[in-house]
């Protein structure tokens, strides 16, 4: 039961334009939600989170948007750079969960010159 | 530089062998986790452990096995190595257990044959 799912596993972007990345929750208990970004060889980087009082976060290029009735959120990288290809994991934790993170299974992202 | 450290980066073991994947913080992190990261499914919580002195089981345990004798070491071990275990593993550390985010080492490509 994938309580954090990424749909897509792979995403190709032209340099310059809008990446925006997708994750959805089952459990409305979460209320933290993380972006990783994982480039290969390489362990995991925390790149954003947002609390689920907010439903936006935004540092720099990246925005992240969350709706809750949805249980959807979603990472928005604007302009996309080619050192923006990396793996990207959304992560959610709640109280019930004991503070411990759970991972979606991870989107490809190939920005391309 | 502060953060994590793994090793080995990578293995080869027989099945059937014993295996310890070490996993060390200079952050004085409280809390500390190992995960496995499998192709389509992300990473999953093996183990964790919220202070020196305490360990608990996270999504995937069986097979495996941790201690927490101080605040830096948090060794993962494979008491008999199966091929279902071929993956990648990750250390990561937080302040607390609830603490975020978390901060990863690079990880130990680990095959069993």
């Known amino acids: 039961d994938q309580q954090v799912k990424q749909n897509s596993p792979s995403l190709s972007v032209q340099e310059g334009r809008i990446s925006i990345l997708n994750c959805d929750y089952t459990?409305?208990?979460?209320?933290?939600f993380l972006w990783y970004k994982k480039y290969p060889a390489e362990g995991p980087t925390f790149l954003i989170s947002?609390?689920?009082?907010?439903d936006k976060n935004e540092d720099g290029r990246f925005t992240v948007f969350l709706n809750k009735s949805a249980k959807h959120l979603s990472l928005h990288i604007v302009p996309s750079q080619p050192g923006d290809s990396a793996v990207y994991f959304c992560?959610?934790?709640?109280?019930?969960?004991?503070?411990?993170?759970?991972f979606g299974q991870g989107t490809e992202l190939s920005v391309k010159p | 530089i502060a953060g994590i450290t793994q090793a080995p980066t990578s293995q080869i073991l027989a099945a059937g062998r014993r295996m310890t994947l070490r996993c060390t913080q200079d952050?004085?992190?409280?809390?500390m986790y190992w995960y496995r990261q499998d192709l389509g499914l992300g990473l999953r919580l093996i183990h964790y452990?919220?202070?020196?002195?305490?360990?608990g089981k996270g999504e995937v345990p069986d097979g495996y096995s941790v201690s927490r004798a101080n605040t830096d070491d948090f060794p993962l071990t494979l008491a008999s190595a199966v091929p279902s275990q071929t993956s990648v593993y990750f250390c990561?550390?937080?302040?607390?257990?609830?603490?975020?985010?978390?901060?990863f080492g690079d990880g130990t490509r680990l095959s069993i044959l």
């Open positions: 990561a550390s937080s302040d607390s257990i609830g603490g975020q985010p978390q901060h």
């Open positions: 459990n409305s208990m979460f209320d933290y």
């Open positions: 947002i609390s689920s009082i907010k």
């Open positions: 992560a959610a934790s709640g109280h019930n969960q004991g503070g411990k993170l759970i």
């Open positions: 952050m004085r992190h409280n809390a």
């Open positions: 452990s919220n202070t020196a002195g305490t360990t």
